[in-house]
Nanobody
Framework: QLQLVESGGGLVQPGGSLRLSCAAS????????IGWFRQAPGKEREGVSC????????NFADSVKGRFTIGRDYVKNTVYLQMSSLKPEDSGVYYC?????????????????WGQGTQVTVSS
C-alpha cells in the first residue's frame, strides 16, 4: 500500500515561514512526480507546486512564486515545501500527491496517490 504523510503545518503569523514535508512509506518518491496542493474552506483544491522525477524541473502557482520552494531529500525519501512570507490567503489544508509520470501537472485528477493533508493557518 502506497502511503503519503504530510507534516509541518501549523499556525504562523503573516510574514512567517513554514516547512512542509511529504514522506512516503512503501515506495520511493524518487520515481514519482510530487505535487503540493491546497484547499481553503469553500474552495476547490488548487495546485501550489510540483517537482519532476529527476528533481530538476519545478513549477509554482503564480500566487506563490518567489515565496515557496520545493525540493527532494533523497536520503530521507521526502519532498519538502518551504513556504516564506506567508499571507493569510495561503491558509488551508495542504496535500502532497504522487503522479506516476515524468512531468508535472496542476490537475488534481492526474495524481494517483494522496496524503491526508496538514493544516496551515496564517493569522495574527
Amino acid at each position: 500500500q502506497l502511503q503519503l504523510v504530510e507534516s509541518g503545518g501549523g499556525l504562523v503569523q503573516p510574514g512567517g515561514s513554514l516547512r512542509l514535508s511529504c514522506a512516503a512509506s512503501g515506495f520511493s518518491l524518487n520515481y514519482y512526480v510530487i505535487g503540493w496542493f491546497r484547499q481553503a474552506p469553500g474552495k476547490e483544491r488548487e495546485g501550489v507546486s510540483c517537482i519532476e522525477r529527476s528533481g530538476g524541473q519545478t513549477n509554482f502557482a503564480d500566487s506563490v512564486k518567489g515565496r515557496f520552494t520545493i525540493g527532494r531529500d533523497y536520503v530521507k525519501n521526502t519532498v519538502y515545501l518551504q513556504m516564506s512570507s506567508l499571507k493569510p490567503e495561503d491558509s488551508g489544508v495542504y496535500y502532497c500527491a504522487a503522479r506516476d509520470d515524468h512531468y508535472c501537472s496542476g490537475f488534481v485528477a492526474s495524481y494517483h496517490y494522496w496524503g491526508q493533508g496538514t493544516q496551515v493557518t496564517v493569522s495574527s
